[in-house]
T-cell receptor, first 112, second 113 residues
Framework: DADVTQTPRNRITKTGKRIMLECSQTKGHDRMYWYRQDPGLGLRLIYYSFDVKDINKGEISDGYSVSRQAQAKFSLSLESAIPNQTALYFC???????????FGSGTRLTVV | AQSVTQLGSHVSVSEGALVLLRCNYSSSVPPYLFWYVQYPNQGLQLLLKYTSAATLVKGINGFEAEFKKSETSFHLTKPSAHMSDAAEYFCAVSPFGNEKLTFGTGTRLTIIP
């Protein structure tokens, strides 16, 4: 099994629908992150969490919300999806004492 | 605040030629620097990282990068390109190493047979 698992891998949804992307990890890391990737823009941080009771906005949090259900689970929600939220979404984890991230395989979301 | 600039969104090299992918950073504190690789339809995989120890860092698959503080650069090199190196490469910076990463916009590397 992968260290960081994202579900679903692919999703097509309609404008206005609520959708949740899920991330779970077996690394035992305390820190978790959600990024979106768009062509030519690289990866941009949506939300991050340094422990279960800590949630922080990233640079592009508008239109998104998150929930840290447990140390190992971090979900990203789009309350009312819009077409410009079409992107590749990555979950990542890190440990406070070791630099760098472990990434999931990504969720490709299309909003039509 | 930290930022990363990757010069060249697309780079093409011939198989066997030198690979050079450029990364310049801006950081208000001593940075930790990273290179990640993304193969098609996959997540990002760590190639190498600079953590304030040796300035020349060796990574996986024959890649290496040199931290040059005077030039605020962390360019990625490989002496001889292989077809399997075709991918997108991202440079990233983090203050103190255990904070959130800021990524560059990526460089897509194409290998010409």
């Amino acid at each position: 099994d992968a260290d960081v698992t994202q579900t679903p891998r692919n999703r097509i949804t309609k404008t206005g629908k609520r959708i949740m992307l899920e991330c779970s990890q077996t690394k035992g890391h305390d820190r978790m992150y959600w990024y979106r990737q768009d062509p030519g823009l690289g990866l941009r941080l949506i939300y991050y969490s340094f422990d279960v009771k800590d949630i922080n906005k990233g640079e592009i949090s508008d239109g998104y919300s998150v929930s840290r259900q447990a140390q190992a689970k971090f979900s990203l929600s789009l309350e009312s999806a819009i077409p410009n939220q079409t992107a590749l979404y990555f979950c990542a984890t890190s440990s406070g004492d070791s630099p760098g991230y472990t990434f999931g395989s990504g969720t490709r979301l299309t909003v039509v | 605040a930290q930022s990363v600039t990757q010069l060249g969104s697309h780079v093409s090299v011939s198989e066997g030629a030198l690979v050079l992918l450029r990364c310049n950073y801006s950081s208000s504190v001593p940075p930790y620097l990273f290179w990640y690789v993304q193969y098609p339809n996959q997540g990002l995989q760590l190639l190498l990282k600079y953590t304030s120890a040796a300035t020349l860092v060796k990574g996986i698959n024959g890649f290496e990068a040199e931290f040059k503080k005077s030039e605020t650069s962390f360019h990625l090199t490989k002496p001889s390109a292989h077809m399997s190196d075709a991918a997108e490469y991202f440079c990233a910076v983090s203050p103190f190493g255990n904070e959130k990463l800021t990524f560059g916009t990526g460089t897509r590397l194409t290998i010409i047979p």
